[in-house]
Structures are given as C-alpha cells and as structure tokens.
C-alpha cells in the first residue's frame, strides 16, 4: 500500500476510545489556543509558550490580550509585504474609472472599445489575484493572528461573491472597511457597515429597492431583509414571520448608490422610499421618516436576544466544536446582551470559559483549507516567497477565497469538507510542500539525525504536530516505516537514516494535522 493509500485509510479512522477527561497538557494547551484563534504555531511559537510548562499558560492568556488590540501590535513586516498589492487600496471608483483614450480620425470607437475592455479585464484580474494573495499572507505571517482568523470569519457570515458583476471591485473596500475595522468593536457598528456598503448592496440587491412609483416603475426587494434576518441577526428559529420580512425590505426602501458604474458610495434616494407607516417584530414604524427607520431597525436587530443566541451559538460552531455546546452558546449569549454587542467582551469570554478548555473541544474541528494550507507552512517553518500558487491549493481543495456564491458563506462544519477528492488534494499539497516542490514557499531542510521509529514518532509529535498521534496514525507510520526499511533492504539495520520528508507529509495528511 502506497503512502497516499495508507493517509486516505487511517485519515477517516474516529479514535478508537474516547479521550479521558484529564486536563490539557502545556504542550495541547498551547495548540489549543494557536489552532483556534490563529492559523496553527510555528516552530518559535512553540519554543516561546513551551519554554517553561509552569508559565505556559499564564504566556497565552498574554498573547491572547494582545491579539484582543491588534493595533498595538508592530506588523510592519507584513504592512511592506501588503505594498506589493497597490490594488487593494484604490477605492471603488478608482478601481471602475475607465480608460479614457484620445481619439483623432486613425483610431476607431471599436478599437478604443476594445482596449477599453481589456484595460478592465486587467484590472479586474489584477484585483483578484492580489486579494486572494493578501489575505494568504495575512494568514500566515502577520502577527495579528485572531485578526485575520476573525477578519475571515466574519467574511463568511457577512459573504459576498466578489466573483458578481457586483462584487468584482467591491469586494477589497468591502472586506478593508467594512470588516476588518470592525471584528473587535460593537456588532451593531459591523452590521450597519455591511448594510451599507456596495458591495452588499449590490450583492442582495437592494441597490434597486424602491416604492413603485406613478408610472408603476420600480419594486421592492426582498432579499436582503430576508438574508439580514436568516443569516446575519436573528437566525431562521429567530422569531420572524415573512410579513417581518415584507416591512423589513418596505423600511429599507431607498438604501442605494450614487456615483458611476452603478454606484460606488451609499446614498439614501429619499424618492424611492416607502413612507407609510410599517410594522415590524411587532414595533410600529410610524409614517413619514426616511432613512432612520432602517438605522432603527438595524439596532433593534443587533440588540435581539435572538440575534445574541444566534451570533454566541456561531462563535461557538467555529472556535469550538460542531455541535454549539449549550451551556457555553448561553454563556456568551448572555455577554453579548449585557455588553450591548461588544465583541470583544464576547471573545474573552469564550477563551476564559471551563467550557473552552475541557478535552472534548481539543482537535475535534475540521480545518477548512485556508486553515490547513497555512497551518502546514507555518508548522514546517516555510517562508513565501511568491504567493501565486497558495489560492490554486486552495481552489483545488474546495475553498475558492471571496468567491463562494451563497450568502451563507463557507461552513465550518467537517461535513462539507470531508470528502475524498478533497482530502486527497490535501495530500497532495503536503507531499510536495515538503518536498520542497511547491511553488513559492521555501521549506528549511531537516538536518535531525533519526533512525528508529520511536525517534521518528517522537519528532512528528514534539516538533510538527505539537500534538500526541492517534494510535491508527501512529501503527500507519510505523507500518510505512518498516515498509521503506524492507524495500530498501535495511531489514536488520535498524540505525539508518530516515527519509524525513516521506514522513512529514505523513504527519501533515494526519487525522491530527487535519483537525484543530
């Protein structure tokens, strides 16, 4: 049986026994943390919380703290990295102004069409390419790790396909200001961000929303209402009726865009709003306001109990496990309500819950492929060099960044990414990365001096893993082990040297290395 065989076999194996319900260890503490709100340790990461078992714990509440004010946090080095991207911080309308191009009588309007086009086809790639090469290199290397764990997180609550006519040069501004500024803020702030911004807008259509008119032009649209209620407040069990949905889409009314190419910035079209009196969660809507009924109705959301169970239960989905422990959706539930939408209170009191912290939790969530991909550079210590091929693993594991067309946006469920061909791509992935054979990332080679297998398990586990292999894992290697040792006709000498680099793709195709 051949290596990729072998990791397909033993990578769908559940643990035969359930774990104990000890502690965690220093070393699974320290994982833990780095697998949840970050994209996995590096090797210094490791060295760092490890160095003394005693302060372990008391060196990861710090550096959660930290991560808590990211802009306290020197990321200078990967700030000069973003400089290569000039694309991502040209505004809408600079990024949609068109060439313009001086015609005499030699030059036809077809012509100036057609460069024209192609001008925005460039454009348009050249954006694309460098926000999916961005967020890669945020992942890996920009100190504010829970950053861009959350910037990505709430991407997908709040998702856009930047693959639309809509959302190919709205998605940079969309995920630069109306994201990112504000994951450690208030919930209402993110919310009346995303309802205003372009690219949603644009995406739910509610753009075009507006009160037929005398000539029986226009009409309302319902679908971001029913999208803001369904999936970004108050969650499908909610409390909602679809008559909450009609006077949710009638208060949104003229929430629109004024500028070229269909709109680059919010305006409110006070001609195209529907005055009349409304009626919604059961709150009157008297007649005759314009666009403070939308703001209202946006806090009325982002202050719902509901809204705070359905955010608490998600949080607990991605960071936790897949089953939305109770006790603890409840327990943030409840910091989000008393601390009116605070973010950030809500994430500190995730990580300072008994229920974080109980074994049952540990590596049991699936990675994504954002998650694996970059987990695996970081654990072997890998340094990008070019960053064009990471978005194709990517894309050929089933994660094609910003451009997942469902509201929804990507799940974290093991359930959607657990697959054959999915995982099989994984593989893949991990035996050229350690080969060196991937491009763009350099992978430092391993000068350790191993022979035996308890040597070799002793490495993947101390120094890759950073975890304890599962016993399938464990006799698969061996049995790879000794397998190599037989057909390389080393039967009876049991101190030669071992390829590391079979056995780090092993260990990185791992049921360990593949949870978190």
């Avoid at 001008?119 to 050249?126: A, I, R």
């Avoid at 987990?375 to 070019?386: I, N």
């Amino acid at each position: 049986m051949d290596i990729r065989s072998i990791i397909i076999t033993f990578i769908l194996i559940l643990p035969s026994s359930l774990m104990a319900k000890a502690q965690l260890t220093p070393r699974e503490t320290m994982l833990h943390v780095f697998n949840r709100f970050a994209y996995g340790p590096r090797p210094e990461d490791a060295a760092q919380m490890l160095a003394d078992l005693k302060k372990t714990k008391a060196r990861l509440d710090a550096w959660f703290e930290q991560q808590l004010k990211p802009e306290l946090i020197d990321d200078k080095a990967v700030a000069e990295k973003l400089k290569d991207f000039p694309r991502l911080s040209q505004s809408i309308l600079e990024l949609t102004q068109k060439a313009t191009i001086m015609q005499d009588d030699k030059v036809q309007l077809a012509a100036a069409k057609a460069i024209d086009r192609n001008m925005e086809l460039q454009v348009q790639n050249e954006l694309s390419e460098q926000l999916m090469q961005s967020k890669v290199l945020r992942s890996a290397e920009s100190l504010r790790q829970f950053e861009a764990v959350l910037t990505d997180f709430w991407f997908n609550h709040f998702n856009i396909d930047g693959r639309s006519q809509q959302g190919k040069y709205t998605t940079p501004s969309y995920e630069r200001e109306a994201i990112r500024p504000h994951v450690f803020g208030s919930f209402v702030d993110l919310l009346k961000a995303t309802a205003q911004h372009p690219a949603m807008l644009r995406y739910l259509g509610n753009a075009n929303s507006r009160v037929m008119n005398k000539k029986q032009e226009g009409g309302i649209n319902e679908n971001y209402a029913r999208e803001l209620l369904e999936l970004h407040t108050l969650g499908i069990d909610g409390g909602y009726s679809q008559k909450d949905v009609i006077e949710l889409a009638r208060i949104f009314t003229g929430w629109s865009l004024s500028g070229p190419y269909g709109g680059n910035q919010f305006v409110f079209k006070r001609e195209w709003h529907d005055t009349q009196e409304k009626t919604f969660l059961g709150l009157k809507f008297p007649a005759g306001h314009a666009q403070d009924e939308g703001d209202r109705a946006l806090t009325i959301l982002a202050e719902h109990p509901s809204t705070a169970r359905f955010i608490a239960k998600k949080l607990v989905l991605a960071f936790v496990d897949d089953k939305g422990d109770p006790a603890l959706v409840e327990k943030l539930a409840q910091t989000f309500i008393d601390k009116k939408g605070d973010l950030t209170a809500v994430y500190r009191t995730l990580y300072q819950s008994p229920e974080f912290w109980q074994r049952e939790h540990f590596n049991v969530k699936f990675k994504k492929p954002l998650h694996y991909v970059v987990s695996a550079v970081r654990a072997v210590d890998g340094q990008m060099e070019s960053l064009n091929s990471l978005p194709i693993a990517l894309k050929m594991m089933g994660e094609d960044l910003y451009h997942y067309g469902p509201p929804t946006g990507y799940s974290d469920s093991i359930n959607y990414w657990l697959s054959t061909n999915l995982i099989t791509q994984r593989l893949i992935f991990a035996n050229r990365l350690v080969h060196k054979n991937w491009p763009g990332v350099l992978v430092p080679s391993e000068e350790k001096e191993i022979s035996t297998g308890q040597e070799l398990i002793a490495f993947l586990e101390n120094d890759v893993l950073q975890a304890r292999l599962e016993d399938a894992s464990r006799r698969a290697i061996l049995a790879a082990l000794q397998t190599d040792k037989l057909r390389a006709g080393l039967k009876n000498s049991v101190n030669a040297p071992i390829d590391l680099n079979r056995y780090l793709a092993l260990a990185l195709g791992s049921p360990q290395f593949q949870k978190r």
